[in-house]
Nanobody
Framework: QVHVVESGGGSVEAGGSLRLSCEAS????????MGWFRQRAGKEREGVAG????????YYVGSVKGRFTISRDSGKNTVYLEMNSLKSDDTATYYC??????????????????????WGQGTQVTVSS
């Protein structure tokens, strides 16, 4: 069983920055595919960013491109989401998710929640304008 824990959420003013962290434990065979999702109040969950097992391919939803950066520790199941130039629309609960394998390179499935098997409990990000 893979256990996923997020940290780093909080409150920030618009234009500010936050860094989310996620650690997946309980799986030692290989690197997991990892991604960040968010759910804003009254809206469906959406994929925010995904990263391949080697960290060489990253994927973003259009609304965060150029502002958010996903990265991971080499050889580890730890992933980060650096969020800059935050907007009030970024206010949401952010979830880290992991999958035992990654979709093919270039696939939109990196941002599809159904691809991922294990999820964290979420961390709240609140951006005030």
């Amino acid at each position: 069983q893979v256990h996923v824990v997020e940290s780093g959420g909080g409150s920030v003013e618009a234009g500010g920055s936050l860094r989310l962290s996620c650690e997946a434990s309980g799986y030692t065979y290989s690197s997991l595919c990892m991604g960040w999702f968010r759910q804003r109040a009254g809206k469906e969950r959406e994929g925010v960013a995904g990263i391949s097992t080697g960290g060489d391919h990253t994927y973003y939803v259009g609304s965060v491109k150029g502002r958010f950066t996903i990265s991971r520790d080499s050889g580890k199941n730890t992933v980060y989401l650096e969020m800059n130039s935050l907007k009030s629309d970024d206010t949401a609960t952010y979830y880290c998710a992991t999958a035992l394998s990654c979709p093919p390179a270039g696939s939109s499935y990196f941002l599809l929640g159904n691809w991922y098997q294990y999820w964290g409990q979420g961390t709240q990000v609140t951006v005030s304008s």
